[in-house]
């Protein structure tokens, strides 16, 4: 089938779109949050390009361009964060620890995992940036000696994951604080997570938003050093 | 022309976020520098909220959407995938749920410390 429509510019656009208003459906009639848009979206389309023949590179023709407004996107996650603004000066000292801790944690918790389970160093290099977003990960893997597309897939679970948990999670923690909520979502689950803390309220997504930009800046300055260390 | 004059405001600071990514030799993304540009903006008054409110709004709403073509990719590494896939999985499940829960208890706990200093 790829053949007829390899040049197509908007199958990859439909096909996107198609799935998610499927996706959004389903989560309307079934509440369960596993059926989360996002994730039935992504098996969706998966499963029609394995089913239909259909190359990647044929849907992401034309899917790309939604992709791309990914970089316009993040830009205006400084408007709500504008809003908030007030939120991050009083607990600038608290959103500072919260971030260093978390991305301390990260570097650790991967470590810890990787060499119990005798990873070899470029698997651990390539999960060292897992919970930053994907577009400061790839890279950063990739100097690390890391595989970049396998950081993609850590980077998208890590997110699915954390948009799924973070509900119960913090609730059975007892962090009820919008400020503490929203820079834990951000600096594990960067913003796929982030769609998660403005479904929680706007502080919380302000704060997540802030997290996503804060803990990949602090991030890109701790991998390299523990690179070293596996 | 409303919602042209946001739009243009919008990629305009996209691509001074773009200038950034390709004149600083830093793994930094495009969208991340033109965030701090877009909130520089708003507080020094050059940009008011109106002028990027709404359509500010529409793409974030969008954003879920933004993610699929890319994480769709994932179909292109299906044989490296399946090779490491559950220690993987594993490894990225748990440090997620450290990285969440030391971030959260961290700030709450600083935040309460230092509004309980206050109430004293």
Redo the contacts between chains.
Sequence with gaps: MDGIISGSLFF?LAL??G??LIGSALHKKVKTPLLN??IT??VL??AF??VSGVS?DT??LG??Y??D???????????????Q?HLLKR?A???C???A??V???VL??FA??AL?G?EHH?YTT?LP??I????GM??SE?MGG?A??T???T????A??YL??AP??RL?R???P???G???G???H??GT?KA?EMGEAEGAMS?L???AA??VT?AAVPLAALLL | MKYLKQVFIIFFISFLGELCNLCVPLPIPAGVYGLLLMLVALCAGIVKLPDVEDAGRFLIEMMPLMFIPGSAGVIEHYKEVMRVLWPFVIAVLLSTVVVMAVTGLVTQHVIRRKSGRWTE
């Design positions: 990859g996107t779109f799935a998610y848009p996002l979206t992504n389309v998966i390009l394995a990647y849907y992401n899917a790309k939604i992709g407004l990914l970089t316009p996107a993040t830009v205006c996650l400084a408007i709500p964060l504008y809003r603004l607990n000292r608290a959103i620890c919260g971030i801790a978390g301390a944690a990260n918790s991967i995992v990787s389970a990873f698997v999960l897992k919970s977003t994907a577009a400061i890279k950063l100097e595989v597309a396998l993609m897939l850590a998208v679970i890590t997110g994951f954390g948990t973070a999670l913090l923690l962090v009820t604080d400020v503490a909520k820079i834990a979502i600096t594990s689950s913003a796929f769609l403005f938003s997290a996503i930009a990949g800046l890109v």
